[in-house]
């Protein structure tokens, strides 16, 4: 496949240079490369790679001249990092496109990313700190027929690392702003959605009936006026069962979910509400295979994503197979020159989330069991994730800024990594944040962030006579501490040390710091860092979307350039 | 291209659904879960002439569904399995412990020999002693149940570990009995009105290493692992049963020995312990 793909683009960026070169279009890329080196590590659990170094690389290329644009990705996995999926193996050109807009109509041949409405039953996406890729190659065509009107259909596959997965989607979207199509200046502002897509999979499956076109449809709901803004999607998948030979794994039962948000915002003020239900929402590029590279469309998570450390610990994954989560945010700033909010103001920003299980479980149809789990149920049903946390930031004088948080997070750390109950527990953890940032002189300036994690188990698994504490099988990590410095020299350089301790764990053997150093120069759109450091066995997310790290310890060189 | 558009939508929206109506099952007659497996005990005696044609039923429906059928052959009752010391042949004493036992508890020889249980159903209705004739459509039946647990069997001639895993949760008082059959022993069989010397007694029962609670917890979850090591002598268990056939089977010699390890399998199954229903069944090779 990749030799076939390398082929056809070698083709493809001969005829897009000849034509660039008698024309005055524009080009314009860019590159990354993650290289890491990988030690063994025995008590943290790091493996050495075979190869020592490992490396991912990319780089774009995009040509446009007028309502023309053409474009390649070339990718390099030599082999690929230790946290991206193996299959992500070679070099070549997975991606390439040709598009050109006239009359209203854009025409994109190649791959595309797209995503209809919220993406509860489509998005076609790259997240490169995930691993994941899965743009569509085939036709996409994008009409605008009226003002406030926007129609856009497609056909394709979905990338799968190297190749394409089974399934052949074709989606419709249509989008309608009725202000501008009525031709209304009322400040209310309405936009009506409507989305379908399909996928194809032939059925081979002798014992159970296999549907080979599995439909999915959304309609959306967005709602503006002077601060406040509703948005509503609901989302309908038909029965798409798995490929097995055994009974009790052939779920025909249908799958929903909706997500509703209503957000208010002023100057120095807002607040959000958002809550959603999944119901047997995970739709797949390929019924007969499992894994996030597989996953065609998307359910957001809703909670706070975290940039610090300790917070990010335990982030939430979001389970399309069923759940029903609600956040609400609530942001306010202190005016300036008050007693509160002292001479430049104070941000207080609240939010809560939580998230827990459908009653029963998801919806389940077959031929000896059809249950549905009631629409709402909160008391009573499995906690998977709560988030309570307060976050102020406050300049205190021209050279100190400050930013303090404080959290209570409850991890279902079992479920939500896929543990069998028992195995690790439900953690509750309470965080405390300082992150101070000092500017010592012009271009120099030091941060400093100090943080806390306190741990409790709020599981009691004795009877099932685990070895540690509360009868769990693996030991707790425990609390933890993290101390970072990082010294910025304007524009060019930064400096940082990062240590987290993890001085709680309940594996003596496994109290260990955790050691980072990094370095980096940037100049004009160059970028370049190296770093060395020991890092934990963990969970990354993006958005509700995670993947498992590694342990690891080496050395990383990362660089980046656009042009 | 409106109208191309609206068209094509159109069309898409309504060819592009299978919504599927139950049955989901396209066969309901030759599906099988092929996790599931199941334990034929078949009751039967060196000198039982109708025993053999049970044998081979067993044998016949084992090539049908190959490994999820798991025999066992359990040799009962004095006037059936006792030696006839002295005689020249049906020397030999496969009767064990276990096999009289059972024998006892759920009444097979009481209604004659070849009887057999498929995974011991329907003992609380009295419907789970059944001739050879009729184990074939419960088996069929019995293929096609769900399963709650699987299990994993590592063992030599030392040590056995057994993992049951949990398939769905669960709330009954299970069982868990570990046993080791011996197949390919060669010694006398009636068969009809033929004496058979060399005649090839396959999953013989040879001893129960365990036979206990599965778990203390009333609650099983999904994907927990039970894990159950259980030490044995080899020699030592033989000569237990050279013990039971010398001085506690009626009638026996304490001719019951000669196993040989090479031919020896690990059966391990769990039961329910209200319905004495065997919900799932392995077995291995003793050094696998």
Not at chain 1, 141 to 170: Q, V
Not at chain 1, 259 to 277: C, L, V
Not at chain 2, 142 to 150: G, Q, S, V, Y
């Amino acid at each position: 496949m990749i030799k076939k793909i390398s082929l056809t683009l070698t083709a493809f960026c001969i005829t897009i240079i000849g034509f660039a070169q008698n024309n005055s279009g524009e080009f314009h890329g860019d590159f990354d490369l993650s290289m890491q080196s990988y030690q063994e590590d025995k008590i943290i659990g790091a493996e050495a790679a075979d190869e020592i170094v490992l490396n991912n690389a990319y780089l774009n290329i995009n040509y446009t001249k007028g309502n023309f644009a053409a474009g390649l990705r070339y990718e390099s996995y030599l082999n690929a990092l230790a946290d991206y999926d193996p299959e992500f193996t070679g070099n070549g050109i997975p991606y390439r496109y040709a598009t050109y807009r006239i009359e209203g109509l854009e025409i994109t041949v190649g791959n595309y990313y797209e995503q209809l409405g919220g993406g509860l039953i489509f998005r076609s996406y790259e997240e490169k700190g995930l691993g994941i890729d899965n743009a569509m190659d085939g036709v996409r065509l994008k009409y605008s027929p009226l003002k406030g009107m926007n129609i856009k259909t497609f056909i394709g596959e979905s990338r799968t690392h190297f190749t394409y997965s089974d399934g052949i989607f074709r989606g419709f979207d249509g989008e309608f702003n009725l202000n501008e199509l009525l031709d209304t200046e009322n400040k209310t502002r309405v936009i009506l959605g409507s989305s379908f897509v399909s996928r194809y999979q032939k059925r081979e499956n002798l014992v159970f009936k296999l549907p080979q076109n599995v439909g999915a449809y959304a309609g959306r709901l967005n709602i503006i006026r002077n601060g406040w803004n509703y948005y509503g999607e609901y989302a309908y998948k038909i029965n798409d069962p798995s490929n097995v030979l055994v009974a009790s794994k052939m779920n025909y039962a249908s799958g929903n979910a909706f997500t509703q948000s209503i957000t208010f915002s002023k100057r120095g003020f807002g607040f959000s509400a958002e809550m959603h239900r999944t119901d047997n929402m995970i739709f797949k590029s390929d019924r007969d295979k499992d894994g996030k590279a597989y996953l065609i469309n998307y359910i957001p998570t809703l909670s706070k994503p975290h940039a610090y450390s300790l917070l990010a610990l335990y982030p939430c994954a979001t389970q399309a197979n069923g759940e029903f989560g609600m956040q609400f945010d609530l942001f306010y700033k202190l005016k300036k020159k008050t007693i509160l909010g002292g001479k430049y103001g104070t941000k207080i920003a609240f939010n809560y989330s939580r998230i827990n299980g459908l009653n029963g479980g998801s919806s389940f149809l077959n031929d000896n069991t059809n249950y549905t789990p009631m629409l709402i149920s909160i008391k009573g049903e499995g906690l998977y994730f709560q988030d309570i946390n307060l976050e102020v930031n406050k300049k205190i004088n021209k050279r100190i800024k400050t930013n303090f948080v404080i959290a209570n997070q409850t991890y279902n750390k079992d479920l939500l990594e896929g543990h069998v109950p028992g195995d690790y527990g439900v953690l509750n953890s309470t965080i405390l944040i300082a992150d101070v940032s000092y500017k010592i002189k012009k271009g120099h300036s030091i941060r400093v962030e100090l943080q806390k994690l306190n741990s409790v188990q709020l599981e009691d698994y004795s009877e099932h006579g685990g070895g540690y504490a509360n009868g769990m099988e693996y030991a707790a990590e425990g609390d933890w501490t993290m101390g970072l410095i990082e010294y910025t020299i304007s524009p060019h350089w930064f400096f940082v040390v990062q240590d987290m301790y993890n001085w709680g764990n309940e594996n003596l053997e496994k109290k260990l710091h955790y050691v980072n150093l990094n370095a980096g120069f940037i100049k004009g759109s160059n970028r370049f860092s190296i770093g060395y450091g020991k890092k934990r066995e963990g969970i990354f997310c993006v958005g509700g979307v995670c993947k498992l790290v590694p342990s690891s310890n080496g050395f990383s060189l990362n660089i980046s350039s656009s042009f | 291209m409106k109208k191309y558009l609206a068209l094509l939508s159109t069309i898409l929206i309504i060819t592009s659904c299978d919504v599927e109506e139950g049955p989901f099952i396209t066969d309901f007659d030759s599906y099988v879960n092929p996790d599931k497996k199941v334990l034929i005990e078949d009751f039967t005696g060196h000198t039982c002439p109708n025993c053999p044609a049970a044998a081979r039923e067993l044998e016949a429906i084992h090539a049908i569904y190959g490994d999820q059928i798991i025999g066992m052959a359990l040799h009962v009752t004095t006037g059936f399995a006792a030696p006839h010391t002295g005689s020249g042949k049906y020397e030999y004493d496969f009767r064990t412990k276990w096999g009289t036992d059972w024998d006892n508890l759920f009444e097979i020889s009481n209604s004659g020999l070849p009887r057999g249980m498929i995974n011991r159903i329907g003992v609380n209705s009295e419907t789970h002693k059944l001739g050879k004739d009729e184990w074939a459509s419960a088996v069929a039946l019995e293929l096609k149940k769900d399963i709650d647990f699987k299990i994993h069997i590592s063992s030599d001639e030392n040590e056995v570990t057994i993992i049951s895993e949990v398939i769905s949760n669960v709330s009954s008082d299970y069982n868990l009995v570990v046993c080791l059959t011996e197949s390919q022993v060669i010694n006398w069989q009636k068969d009809g009105q033929e004496n058979i010397e060399d005649y090839e007694h396959n999953h013989v029962l040879r001893t129960v290493l365990v036979e206990e609670s599965l778990s203390s917890a009333s609650n099983l979850i999904i994907g927990q692992q039970i894990e159950k090591i259980i030490a044995f002598d080899l020699a030592v268990l033989e000569q237990a049963n050279i013990d039971y056939s010398a001085n506690t089977a009626i009638n026996g010699s304490g001719n019951a020995g000669g196993w040989n390890a090479e031919n020896i399998s690990v059966i391990a199954y769990i039961y329910d312990n209200t319905t004495k229903e065997i919900v799932q069944v392995e077995d291995a090779h003793l050094n696998n």
